[in-house]
């Protein structure tokens, strides 16, 4: 084994030995490493393992910073077109959506949360396919699939939930149910990856809930809970994962 670990370096056994491997897998893999003395030989085994592992592994933290970006975008499109760049402040722009049927504000609201949806949603996977071609590993892996169910399984409720609050006039708790869903979502794909989702999960949560206490400061803490916390989010997930892998992947094709 000692012989083994020649080959690879710390950094990336520390990343690729998680909980969920399959012992037989990854004892086999090294044994048949102690036979061979081409070091990308190596590499290639231990990218099998990480595909055979229970993780979904193409997660990059760019993925975040382009959410976080989107947020951003739709926050402040509705703070100078819906609120009138702070003309309106945002309880009284709640309390004139309740005096009657405004459709087109609604029609509005409706219209921004689905371009940061949508261009959320396809710039995430627009980088995690790219970043999953970089380390040449399987995109569409069933650890990806199990995670996309049941990421949207939960979104998929809280955006009916959420459509239903529009359509019944309570627009306090949207911007609060909308953060508490997603967090909850997260929370339930973490399990099918690597990355720190979990505590991502929770802050969502948590600014979710004070966004129902505090729903006067919805938008606020919409917008920092989708923009700001995914920006850090990903920053942090990038100097931790990312670039570190970049960088042994280029050493890998040097040799």
Same mark, same amino acid.
């Given at each position: 084994m000692r012989y083994a670990s020649f080959f690879i370096p710390a950094p990336f056994i520390n990343y690729c030995t998680f909980k969920n491997f399959s012992f037989t897998l990854f004892f086999k893999v090294l044994l048949e490493m102690e036979t061979k003395n081409n070091p990308s030989e190596d590499l290639k085994h231990i990218r099998q393992m990480m595909e055979a592992s229970s993780k979904? +592994? !193409?997660?990059?933290?760019?993925?975040?910073?382009?959410?976080? !970006?989107? /947020? &951003?975008?739709? !926050? /402040?499109? $509705?703070?100078?077109? +819906? %609120?009138?760049g702070g003309t309106l402040k945002y309880d009284e722009f709640l309390q004139v959506l309740n005096r009657g049927n405004h459709f087109p504000f609604r029609t509005a609201m409706l219209l921004n949360a689905l371009f940061v949806l949508f261009s959320a949603l396809i710039s995430a996977w627009y980088i995690s396919y790219r970043t999953s071609k970089k380390r040449k590993l399987k995109f569409w892996t069933p650890s990806a699939k199990k995670m996309v169910w049941s990421l949207f399984s939960v979104l998929s409720v809280g955006g009916i939930f959420c459509l239903l609050l529009l359509y019944n006039g309570y627009f306090r708790l949207i911007a609060a149910s909308m953060l508490l869903?997603?967090?909850?979502? &997260? +929370?339930? /794909?973490?399990?099918?990856?690597?990355?720190?989702?979990? $505590? %991502? $999960?929770? =802050?969502?949560? =948590?600014?979710?809930?004070?966004? =129902?206490?505090?729903?006067?400061?919805? &938008?606020?803490?919409?917008?920092?809970?989708?923009?700001f916390v995914h920006i850090v989010y990903g920053i942090v997930m990038y100097f931790k994962y990312d670039r570190p892998l970049a960088k042994l992947h280029a050493k890998q094709q040097q040799k």
């Amino acid at each position: 084994m000692r012989y083994a670990s020649f080959f690879i370096p710390a950094p990336f056994i520390n990343y690729c030995t998680f909980k969920n491997f399959s012992f037989t897998l990854f004892f086999k893999v090294l044994l048949e490493m102690e036979t061979k003395n081409n070091p990308s030989e190596d590499l290639k085994h231990i990218r099998q393992m990480m595909e055979a592992s229970s993780k979904f +592994l !193409s997660l990059s933290g760019l993925s975040g910073i382009a959410v976080g !970006s989107f /947020a &951003l975008a739709g !926050s /402040a499109i $509705a703070y100078f077109i +819906l %609120l009138e760049g702070g003309t309106l402040k945002y309880d009284e722009f709640l309390q004139v959506l309740n005096r009657g049927n405004h459709f087109p504000f609604r029609t509005a609201m409706l219209l921004n949360a689905l371009f940061v949806l949508f261009s959320a949603l396809i710039s995430a996977w627009y980088i995690s396919y790219r970043t999953s071609k970089k380390r040449k590993l399987k995109f569409w892996t069933p650890s990806a699939k199990k995670m996309v169910w049941s990421l949207f399984s939960v979104l998929s409720v809280g955006g009916i939930f959420c459509l239903l609050l529009l359509y019944n006039g309570y627009f306090r708790l949207i911007a609060a149910s909308m953060l508490l869903f997603y967090g909850l979502a &997260l +929370l339930h /794909a973490s399990k099918y990856s690597m990355q720190n989702i979990s $505590a %991502l $999960a929770y =802050t969502e949560i =948590t600014i979710g809930l004070l966004a =129902t206490l505090f729903h006067n400061y919805g &938008l606020l803490l919409w917008t920092l809970g989708f923009g700001f916390v995914h920006i850090v989010y990903g920053i942090v997930m990038y100097f931790k994962y990312d670039r570190p892998l970049a960088k042994l992947h280029a050493k890998q094709q040097q040799k």
